[in-house]
């Protein structure tokens, strides 16, 4: 974990304890090391700041293209981690990035999804989540964020929940085995989603 990011975290978290009650479920099914996906289903903007103060390792997040606009976004983002994808593209070049986090070790964390929900409801996870653990060799860990009230996220109850790791068979990469740990990762977040 960087200098920059534990800074920037410390701050985070005493914005969360004072605004939101968070419970988080089997954090520990986060390793404490070695390249994993973290694959989170997403409902407001707070949700990648909540995910980066309760896990204990630092999260590369793959961020709108909007939000490397400015000179000062772009700077503060890229030192946390996080870099930019063109949404509705096939941005070849985030994919690859994500994957050298993977490589590397790292967490690359992401909103499968592609949007944020506005029922709260988990809509179908899109195959870049998969792609990104087939082709680094990872396995995917996904994870729940469940608000207390939907339309007034902040100071209310938040609760996080980890499932078990997916272990994802590197050999397996054609299309329709992507299409088909895609279709399995939307099963197991509603899955995950429904116990809580």
Same mark, same amino acid.
Do not use: W
């Given at each position: ?35 994993? /996906?973290?694959?989170?289903?997403? +409902?407001? %903007? *707070?949700? =990648?700041?909540?995910?980066?103060? !309760? ?45 050298? /986090?993977?490589?590397?070790?790292? +967490?690359? %964390? *992401?909103? =499968?999804?592609?949007?944020?929900? !506005? ?78």
């Amino acid at each position: 974990m960087s200098k920059l990011y534990r800074f920037c975290r410390g701050l985070a978290a005493i914005f969360v304890f004072i605004c939101y009650r968070v419970k988080v479920i089997n954090a520990d099914k986060l390793s404490a090391s070695g390249g994993v /996906v973290l694959c989170c289903n997403h +409902v407001a %903007a *707070i949700d =990648p700041v909540i995910l980066g103060v !309760k896990c204990k390792r630092q999260l590369c997040f793959m961020g709108k293209a909007e939000l490397f606009k400015t000179r000062l976004t772009r700077y503060l983002f890229t030192k946390l981690g996080s870099f930019a994808v063109e949404r509705g593209k096939h941005d070849h070049g985030a994919i690859q990035k994500a994957q050298e /986090v993977v490589k590397n070790g790292g +967490v690359f %964390a *992401i909103f =499968p999804e592609g949007t944020r929900s !506005k029922t709260g409801e988990i809509a179908r996870a899109k195959p870049g989540a998969a792609l990104v653990a087939v082709t680094a060799g990872s396995d995917i860990l996904p994870v729940v964020i469940k608000y207390g009230a939907l339309k007034r996220k902040i100071f209310c109850k938040v609760t996080l929940k980890f499932g078990d790791p997916v272990k994802i068979n590197p050999e397996v990469n054609t299309r329709d085995d992507i299409r088909r740990i895609t279709e399995n990762l939307t099963e197991i977040l509603r899955e995950l989603h429904s116990t809580i």
